[in-house]
């Protein structure tokens, strides 16, 4: 079946600009989480949503970043204001409800802030 | 605090030899622990899990991970290794709460595999 989709793959912006970044999850996981990594290094929680409940923003670096997940499918990350810090790949994964369940992740979108 | 280490950044092995990529982790209660693969420009995959029952796990590509409670440790393991098994490799560990976000990923060993 399908896997979790991200788009775009890359995107490279002016500090400054405001960026999207879409991730459609694998059908009926109910959990989606955002990793932010930088190169070549481990992964930064971001945020976690989980059904209907409150997504768990604990992760989120500033206030200049958010993300929404609309009909308990697909998310949307926004960064405002880009930094060239904000510079990384963002992954995002989806997985069942539950401790015991592995995620699945998509191939990333990779931003440039210039 | 829970927590999970890769103590090495850098594993290199020659092929056909025998492949171990380490992990230790300290969380209370069970612990849930897994190993993920990333290769070049791509996101992460499952490779294998422990969750209860026999502590030697088998999974995707021919790895396998032992589940040492009183080491504390969850090392990946392959008996001859491949070139194409060079990648990055994580080790994560969750606790056993319903529903709950507490998951944190090793920082990542980075495996070389020589011809």
């Known amino acids: 079946g399908a896997g979790v989709s991200q788009s775009p793959s890359n995107k490279v912006t002016e500090k400054g600009k405001d960026v999207e970044l879409r991730c459609d999850p694998i059908?009926?996981?109910?959990?989606l989480y955002w990793y932010r990594q930088s190169l070549g290094q481990g992964l930064e929680f971001l945020i976690y949503f989980q059904g209907n409940s409150a997504p768990d923003k604990s992760g989120l670096p500033s206030d200049r970043f958010s993300a929404e997940r609309t009909g308990g499918s697909v998310s949307t990350l926004t960064i405002q204001r880009t930094q060239q810090e904000d510079s990384a790949v963002y992954l995002c994964a989806s997985s069942l409800a539950g401790p015991t369940y592995e995620q699945y992740f998509g191939p990333g979108t990779r931003l440039t802030v210039t | 605090a829970q927590s999970v280490a890769q103590p090495e950044d850098q594993v290199n092995v020659a092929e056909g030899n025998p492949l171990t990529v380490k992990c230790t982790y300290s969380?209370?209660?069970?612990?849930?622990l897994f190993w993920y693969v990333q290769y070049p420009n791509r996101g992460l995959q499952f490779l294998l899990k422990y969750i209860t029952g026999d502590n030697l796990v088998k999974g995707s590509y021919g790895f396998e991970a032992e589940f040492n409670k009183s080491q504390t440790s969850f090392h990946l393991k392959k008996p001859s290794a491949l070139v194409s098994d060079s990648a990055l490799y994580f080790c994560a560990v969750r606790w056993g709460l319903y529903n709950n976000n507490d998951m944190r990923f090793g920082a990542g060993t980075r495996l070389t595999v020589k011809p």
């Open positions: 969380v209370s209660g069970n612990p849930y």
């Open positions: 059908s009926g996981h109910t959990a």
